[in-house]
């Protein structure tokens, strides 16, 4: 009589477990080299597109074109008045699962604000061969919480992608006075010389200061901050093949801004208005800020001071400065007061 060989059920359970085990053992180190493999990619392409720009800058002497303006238009404003820029929307700013602009960590760590370019930063700007923009619009309001954002009417809202100045009064693309466009730590909300300053470099909740933690770090304060997107003439002119998408912003499927940013440098133009705002007491506070990192040691910087013209930084979507350790730490600033 033949005898049949195989598994009891007994040995087929013992199979199963041990496999379920290496699983639980395995899994979290696939997970971690996962983790790793993005950070990798992430560094990895912003530090091709900081080589990028660099090298168009040596080049050139001037930073690429076709760079985007990370702002909402609402079109029932005039083209160059100051209510009609508008901070884009955040995770912070969602109820429920939705679609927004910003990572989260973006908007923690450089708290971006609407500044109005008065003349002589327009002219600064195009200077350094910024000579037009393309205001981003991307309008992402689902989920959002509107008793925290006031969405743009969908009669007031602009094109997305729609070249700066193509719009209501004229049909010049030039940037000039009156443009909107995303500050690092605070922003002036007119163009006059006069300018109101808000945002939470220029005060805190109780008005009286800086808000002191939670910062990229502090020489970012004061900077214009721009998008590299697909219009760059980095794209167009074939110095990169196409725009670089960071994993992080990929992976995270409620943001819309996925590309990595350009951090210009602080300019005198601006300095020159910031320190206009110091003779009431504004932004006085800003020519000596005490800033710590996480578990560093405190340091002394001057805001009110101009950078060199070839002086820029690349972030990723999530506010991440590249692999520079202390360019990712979170940074506490000392109240002044």
């Known amino acids: 009589m033949n005898r049949q060989s195989g598994f009891t059920l007994l040995e087929v359970l013992v199979v199963i477990g041990i496999m379920g085990f290496i699983a ?8 971690g080299l996962r983790d790793t493999a993005s950070q990798t990619i992430r560094d990895s392409n912003q530090q091709r597109m900081t080589a990028a720009v660099a ?25 160059y008045t100051a209510g009609r820029y508008i901070r884009p929307t955040h995770e912070g700013n ?37 000579m037009t923009l393309y205001n981003l619009n991307s309008y992402d309001y689902d989920g959002i919480n509107e008793s925290v954002v006031t969405p743009v009417g969908s009669a007031g ?22 443009l909107g466009v995303l500050m690092v ?11 109101s300053w808000s945002g939470q470099a220029a005060t805190d909740a109780n008005g009286t200061g800086i808000k002191t933690t939670g910062w990229t770090h502090p020489e970012s304060i004061g900077r214009i901050i721009l998008g590299l997107g697909p219009e760059t003439e980095l794209v167009k002119k074939d110095i990169i093949s196409s725009a670089g998408l960071c994993p992080d ?3 995270n499927i409620r943001t819309a801004w996925n590309h990595y940013s350009l951090l210009l440098p602080r ?14 007491g504004g932004l006085a506070h800003l020519a000596t800020i005490t800033a710590k990192p996480e578990n560093g040691p405190e340091r002394e910087f001057n805001l009110l001071n101009a950078q060199p013209r070839y002086r820029f930084s690349v972030y ?10 202390e360019n990712n730490l979170m940074w506490e600033i000392k109240d002044p007061d």
Request: no cysteine; net charge negative.
């Open 24 to 31: 639980a053992m395995v899994a979290p180190r696939f997970g």
């Open 55 to 79: 090298s168009y800058w040596e080049s050139n002497e001037v930073f690429p074109s076709g760079l985007v303006n990370l702002v909402y238009e609402d079109g029932t404003e005039d083209e």
């Open 94 to 130: 969602l109820i429920h699962e939705g679609k927004v602009t910003f990572d989260q960590s973006f908007f923690t760590r450089l708290k971006p604000e609407v500044h109005i370019l008065d003349s002589e930063e327009a002219s600064a700007l195009r200077r350094m061969g910024i």
């Open 157 to 178: 809202r602009e094109d997305r992608m729609r070249q700066a100045g193509r719009g209501i009064t004229d049909n010049d693309p030039r940037i000039r006075a009156g």
């Open 185 to 195: 730590g605070l922003g002036a909300s007119t163009s006059a010389t006069a300018a």
């Open 249 to 251: 912003g990929i992976s």
């Open 267 to 280: 300019l005198q133009a601006t300095v020159n208005r910031m320190n206009e705002a110091t003779h009431s």
């Open 316 to 325: 990723s979507p999530a506010g991440l400065l590249g692999n520079d350790p």
